[in-house]
């Protein structure tokens, strides 16, 4: 399986970026596909999935509101739509196959798979 993020880049606090993920078919033959994002010196932590099986979403609570996860299965591309950035999202951002992915006490609870070259993004005035 094949995982390609893109679409990082600078913006200011409070700006919008849209990620797009390019998957290879099979990605979506997965139980969930979705963002995890680390930051220099802190851990991976799970963003935001969607399970392929009913097309429910998950976030974690930071981003709740603020970020929304898509999918277009025939194109085999993945979104991330993120506004109102903070300085605090400030990370690479990974688009990932699944093998489960749910929310437990506001964090993503997931299992990876596959996951390819990550986007940088960068908050800062």
């Known amino acids: 399986v094949q995982l390609q993020a893109s679409g990082g880049g600078l913006v200011q606090p409070g700006g919008s970026l849209r990620l797009s993920c390019a998957a290879s078919?099979?990605?979506?033959?997965?139980?969930?596909i979705g963002w995890f994002r680390q930051a220099p010196e802190k851990e991976r932590e799970g963003v935001s999935c969607?399970?392929?099986?009913?097309?429910?979403?998950h976030y974690r609570d930071s981003v709740k509101g603020r970020f929304t996860i898509s999918s277009d299965s025939a194109k085999n591309t993945l979104y991330l739509q993120m506004n109102n950035l903070k300085p605090e999202d400030t990370a690479v951002y990974h688009c990932?196959?699944?093998?489960?992915?749910?929310?437990?006490?506001?964090?993503?609870?997931?299992?990876?798979?596959?996951w390819g070259v990550g986007t940088l993004v960068t908050v800062s005035s």
């Open positions: 969607i399970n392929t099986s009913d097309g429910r979403t």
């Open positions: 078919e099979f990605a979506f033959r997965y139980a969930a």
């Open positions: 990932a196959t699944m093998i489960r992915c749910s929310t437990v006490d506001g964090r993503l609870s997931y299992g990876t798979d596959n």
